[in-house]
């Protein structure tokens, strides 16, 4: 009984975190600006276009070479910062706002350990994660097991953001399908320096939340055996914004508006609700392929988690045969603060098997 009730306080503290989040007037609502008009439509050609052809994503991806700068060192680690510009081909450079043009990127390593000893994860950013620290501090303590931290700052997040979006509420859309989309050419370039630049025997891809969601993708698609981590993450933003909380803070009207300007007869609602569930069905990673490792996929969920329902979570194991999840008690909110040991234990795991790359 104790459990049960636990479980629905998790529950509750989800909704109730979300509400005072979400539907404050104070607040601004995903989504306000719109659809994103003919951005969309580009998106939706060119994401419809790369399923056919995921077996033969071109790699090596586009080469990047960020330029570095050294934050702060002690003893034993180094804190570096760099930047490089996007990866991302001209039709997608010219969809996305000036401000993210530029990446960024934080890069926290052990000194005095070769590459080839040690491995490297990314991390990729949840909503509302604009900055490094959170994820330095996730991988921090894995310094300790040779294990290095890449952070990649999203676009459209942190000084990425452009200027007439406030936080992380997005104004249109396709801005989150560019968001994805910029974020999955960005992290695989990364990792192609990491393995060819800076010679790691090991690598990992994770984030949370939606950061989850594009880790999966990354470790999808890369060519290679890699440990592919996410965390209180969903199969698809289908279930963020039309299942779990985040659907409060959707501007279904301002949407609404937005789409019968371009049909004869006013919409419903629930037809909007039906455009988002098809548009948002292009992030489903179950339509991406199995990885190349999937006994090194681990997810950790939350029992009770009122943003991600279990059977999410569950549906992307099914469509990765050899996948391991992993559950920690709570829900969204109390997990991303409670859980960073479990957090880290997949990490450790998942690289654990892996094999070493062979040193060139």
Request: some cysteine; hydrophobic content about 40%.
């Amino acid at each position: 009984m104790v459990s049960v009730n636990m479980g629905t306080l998790y529950y509750v503290l989800d909704h109730v975190y979300g509400a005072l989040l979400h539907r404050t007037r104070l607040s601004p609502q995903f989504f306000s600006g719109g659809w994103g008009g003919q951005k969309l439509v580009l998106l939706e050609k060119m994401i419809n276009q790369l399923f056919p052809e995921l077996e033969a994503q071109k790699w090596p991806p586009t080469w990047v070479q960020p330029k570095w700068k050294t934050v702060w060192e002690s003893k034993n680690a180094c804190l570096r910062e760099g930047v490089f510009m996007t990866p991302c081909d001209e039709q997608l450079l010219n969809a996305l706002p000036p401000e993210s043009h530029t990446a960024r990127v934080a890069f926290l390593s052990p000194k005095f350990v070769p590459p080839q000893k040690m491995a490297c994860v990314v991390h990729l950013a949840g909503t509302g994660d604009h900055s490094f620290e959170r994820r330095l501090r996730l991988g921090g303590p894995l310094l300790k097991e040779n294990i290095a931290t890449m952070v990649l700052e999203s676009p459209f997040y942190g000084q990425r953001r452009p200027m007439l979006q406030r936080g992380s509420k997005l104004l249109c859309v396709s801005d989150l399908l560019l968001l994805g989309r910029a974020t999955i050419e960005e992290a695989r370039s990364l990792l192609y320096w990491l393995e060819s630049e800076a010679g790691y025997g090991k690598m990992g891809i994770c984030g949370l939340s939606m950061g989850g969601v594009h880790a999966a993708m990354v470790g999808s698609l890369h060519p290679t055996p890699i440990a592919t981590l996410p965390f209180l993450s969903p199969h698809s933003a289908v279930v963020a914004f039309c299942e779990g909380v985040l659907k409060h803070a959707t501007a279904w009207e301002a949407l609404k508006e937005d789409l019968s300007m371009h049909k004869e007869a006013a919409l419903t609602l629930e037809e909007v609700r039906e455009r988002m569930r098809t548009v948002l069905s292009l992030t489903d990673v179950t339509r991406f392929p199995t990885p190349k490792k999937p006994d090194a996929v681990i997810f950790v969920a939350a029992t009770d988690d009122g943003y991600i329902p279990k059977h999410s979570v569950l549906e992307l194991q099914k469509a990765w045969p050899g996948s391991e999840v992993r559950w920690v008690s709570g829900g969204h909110v109390s997990s991303f603060l409670l859980h960073n040991g479990a957090f880290r234990k997949a990490i450790v795991d998942a690289l654990d098997r892996l094999p070493w790359k062979e040193s060139l």
